[in-house]
Every structure is written in C-alpha cells, then in structure tokens.
C-alpha cells in the first residue's frame, strides 16, 4: 500500500540529491517533506529514485553518500527527478597514495568481546564447523555431471533414506577440467577453487571424487598430496587382521576415487553401481556425526548482495553491516567479495586494513581486477544492471557506496585472492568478482557455512552447499516474495524498527539457521549452479 505521506531518504547531510521511499512513488506535483519542505516534485519519480534537493548546475557533483556519485550533463532544476541518463559517471580513484592501514583510529576503543552466543554444529577432524551435513562429490570435469547427475537422484531416492542425520548430497559439477590452458599462470584461480571447494566445513572431512580418465585436471593435480588432511579410521572399524594395534587407528587416503574410464566399468550401470556403493561409505561415516554446541566464532559466513536497489544501501546491507560487527566481536569470521562493488570504496577499505601488508594485499587485488577488465575492453561502469537502475542505482559508484556498508566498520584482517581458502578470523576481504554465482562459489572454496543475501529487486538465488538468509530491502518486496525473503530489511525505512535492531535480528536468525533451522530455498530446494572464475584461456 502507498504511504498517505511522501518519505525522502537522505543518507548524508552534505548529498544534495535523496530518494523516495513511497511504494509506487511520487507524482508531479508532491509537496515533499523533510530534508526539502516546500520542494514540489517537478515529475514523477519513481520509488528509490533520486530527486535534486537544490539546482544542480550542469558539470557540478551530485552527491550521495556524502561522495560525488557523477556530474549533472545537463542543469538539474531542485525537484526534478535525477538518474543514470543526466549524469558522468567520474572516473576510478588511483591506487596510489592510499591510506595503508592500521586499521582503525588509534582513539577508537577496541570493541567488547561478544561472548556467550552458540549454535548447534558439526565438529570435523580439522577443527572447523559445518552448519550442515552433506555428502559432496567433487568432479575432474564436466564430461561425467550428466552421469554423476543420474548418480546423485539414485543416492537421494534409494540411500539418504537409510542415513537420517545426513542433510544431502550435492555434486560439485562445474563448467572446467578439460579444453582449457591448464597450464596457464592463471589457471590456478580454477583449480584450487574447485580444490577448497571440497574442503568446505559442511561436508565433513569426506572427500568423493569421480574423474573421466583423460581429462587435463587428475585427481593427482587436483587434490595433490598434503593438499588435504589424512582421515584417521576409528580402531574399531579396522578389520580383522589390520596391522594397527588395538586402540589405534590408521590413516586412510584422504579421498576416495572413482574414474568412469576405468576398465572394471563395463557400462552405465556398472558406472552407477561404483558411484552408490562409495558414496555410501562416506554416508555411514557422515550419519554417525551429531549437532553440538559450539561457539559463534565457529561461523563463517559470507555477505553478498544482488538484484540491488537504491534501498540496499539503506536498510539492509546497513544492517548487515551491523550483523557483520557483532559476528566480528563473537569472534567469527565474515567475508566480503565483489571486487567492482567495493572498488570505488578503496581508500576507506585500505585505511581500514589491520597493517600495511593486508593494505598491499588489497591494493594488488584491485589492480588485477582493473586489469582483468582492461583486457577484456571494459571498465567498472560494465557492472550495473537494468534493474539496478530500474531501482534507482544510477552507476557503479552509488552502487558500490551502497554495496560496502556490508561489511561494517570492523577492521580488516586478511585479504584472500580469488579460490583461495580463509585461515584466519575476523573480517575477510575475499577478491571476487560481483556475478551473483561466481562469488558465491568462491566464498564457498573459502570456507563459507553459512551465506547471507541481499536483495531489493528480487533475486531466489541458493546454494546447495551451504544455508543462505535472504535479506530483503524493501517491505514491498519481502510482502510480495513472502515465502522466499528470510528477512525484512524493509522495516527499517518504515520506521519500524532501527539498523541497530535488524543487525541483532539477523545475527540472531543466522545462529538459528546455522543449527539447523532451514531456509526457504532450503525448503523449496532452491540452488544456482557453481560458477568457477577461469580467467585463463580456453584453448
């Protein structure tokens, strides 16, 4: 329902522009209230829209965020509506001179330890903690996701039934493995994505994998030794006449194996019959593990937004700012991504970084990605979508303005390149691109276990490796996208309830998530595709 009364969003004291917040938004005509009584809207501008609060000469900065977010191509008179078609984007700001750290002011007291929060987990060999417990085959190449496929339907119908406590299972199937130049410098961005990926701390320490035979990626390059952990079998589930002692366990092979080309393989059944009967030794050891409770800084959780609008740098990726502090101060580790949506922000990110050396770090991070854009023949203002300016967004400088508020206002502890895998706590920047899929799938390589999203036009993207909380900006939207929004981020800018109060209520749905509460692509069964980043040719 329309607001009886028009709202104007404004976002700092200096912006000369703010949006309207009404449903439907505002026709020619409207009186328009705080921070501009007496305006009247020359047009009508649609919800989340800018309006000028003052003439706007032509050449002179419009502002939001208290940040130029362009230059006026033309006069823009004090009412009339402001978007991407009257404004220069202005150009990047160079990675020279850059505050380097340390992080934060040396007058600012240190946060207060945020202890006492838990959730219900999964304990694995190698100390981290899965949120759920599913049973991963991780694939060589491309070539065996349509057997792998008949594979996973035949697991889930004929043997998940026999395992209660295991939550699924997922094939990491992926578009690379073969056809491509492995050898290439940047080839390692696939292929220790694809490695991590199956380390992620919801499958539990079990390693599956099935190969073709031929393909460029084997196992051996994929997963070589040291790359994972050994597993250690309990003693009593040697065999007889197992040379381990009695008391003692023995190391396995940290992954267990099955190539299609093998010569034992005398058709598809025969395919199928070695994929099941594998697949449910690693279920037996997986429906053995139970829920326990663990700390909060056991989570790992990643932040992303998509199909934004003008409102995501209102409400909710304000609150998930706030969220991203609290998990900070519990301890736990967040990861921020989305290289172009973060790199009009660089200054305040490098002076935020905990030491000069993760200031460098992000400093070559965006430099790669400014050059990865260049080859391609493109800049940063390729980012923005339709429907992002449909939602008010008028370039990637509003966007990204809006995008980083994410990841609060902690310091930032690590910077990982692209598939590289978090070992430390605490605020992550972890380079990715913005494609929805390739940044959920890298944070995944990184060690995510639970995911937060954030959405204003409306987006049902999932991941079935992982939970993820759907935030919604707008009421409007969240009311409409009743069974797919987790959240309501939209009640902030109805007033009813503050940024402060939405964080807390994230933070606490996301303990509640992360110990099993499912979430609505969880119970609709809704997932998006793994996307490696392959920045390498393809031959």
Not at 94 to 109: K, W
Not at 363 to 370: F, G, L, N, S
Request: with cysteine; proline share 7%.
């Amino acid at each position: 329902m329309t607001s009886p009364h028009p709202v104007l969003v404004r976002m700092h004291p200096t912006d000369n522009v703010a949006i309207i917040g009404n449903e439907g938004g505002l026709p020619a005509g409207t009186l328009l209230p705080q921070p501009a009584v007496g305006l009247v809207l020359r047009e009508r501008v649609p919800q989340a829209h800018k309006v000028a609060l003052v003439d706007i000469p032509e050449g002179h900065a419009v502002t939001r965020y208290g940040i130029t977010i362009g230059h006026a191509l033309r006069d823009l008179l004090a009412g009339s509506w402001v978007h991407e078609r009257v404004l220069r984007m202005p150009p990047a700001r160079g990675l020279d001179g850059l505050p380097m750290g340390p992080g934060v002011s040396d007058e600012a007291p240190p946060a207060e330890p945020l202890e006492g929060y838990t959730f219900e987990g999964y304990r694995n060999p190698d100390g981290s903690v899965g949120t759920r417990n599913l049973l991963a085959i991780t694939t060589t190449v491309q070539c065996v996701a349509g057997v792998l496929y008949v594979a996973v339907e035949r697991i889930r119908r004929e043997l998940l039934p026999r395992y209660p406590n295991v939550d699924g299972v997922v094939a990491l199937e992926h578009a690379y493995g073969c056809g491509v130049a492995i050898d290439a410098p940047e080839a390692v961005i696939p292929i220790r994505t694809v490695r991590h990926l199956a380390r992620n701390p919801n499958f539990g320490g079990e390693v599956m994998v099935v190969s073709l035979g031929c393909e460029k990626l084997q196992p051996e390059r994929l997963l070589p030794p040291g790359s994972l952990p050994l597993r250690v079998l309990n003693a009593d589930t040697v065999a007889a006449g197992d040379p381990a002692r009695p008391g003692e366990g023995r190391p396995e092979a940290p992954y267990s194996h099955v190539c299609l080309q093998d010569a034992q393989h005398v058709g598809f059944g025969s395919m199928l019959s070695a994929i099941l009967s594998t697949a449910e030794q690693h279920l037996q050891r997986l429906n053995a593990r139970q829920r326990e409770t663990v700390p909060a800084s056991e989570l790992v959780v990643g932040v992303q937004c998509g199909g934004s609008d003008a409102f995501s740098g209102v409400t909710a990726n304000p609150a998930v700012g706030v969220c991203a502090d609290l998990l900070v101060r519990a301890g736990a580790t967040v990861m921020f991504s989305e290289t172009t949506e973060v790199r009009d922000a660089v200054e305040t990110l490098t002076a935020r970084c905990a030491s000069a050396e993760v200031a460098q770090k992000m400093v070559a991070e965006m430099a790669w990605y400014d050059a990865y854009l260049q080859r391609g023949q493109v800049d940063r203002s390729a980012n923005t979508t339709p429907g992002n300016k449909a939602g008010g967004l008028s370039n990637i400088v509003e966007k990204a303005m809006g995008s980083v508020i994410k990841s609060g206002s902690m310091p930032i502890s690590a910077v990982l390149s692209p598939g590289e895998r978090a070992t430390t706590r605490g605020l992550i920047y972890a380079a990715t691109p913005a494609s929805d899929f390739i940044c959920g799938t890298l944070q995944l390589a990184a060690g995510m276990n639970v995911h937060v999203f954030t959405t204003g036009r409306g987006t049902p993207y999932g991941l079935a490796e992982c939970p993820v909380v759907k935030v919604a900006t707008r009421t409007e939207l969240a009311h409409r996208w009743h069974d797919l929004m987790d959240l309501n981020a939209g009640a902030v800018a109805d007033g009813q309830c503050s940024v402060g109060e939405m964080g807390w209520q994230l933070f606490r749905l996301l303990l509640e998530v992360a110990s099993g509460r499912p979430t609505w692509a969880e119970q609709h069964r809704l997932h998006n595709q793994l996307v490696l980043f392959n920045p390498a040719p393809v031959t």
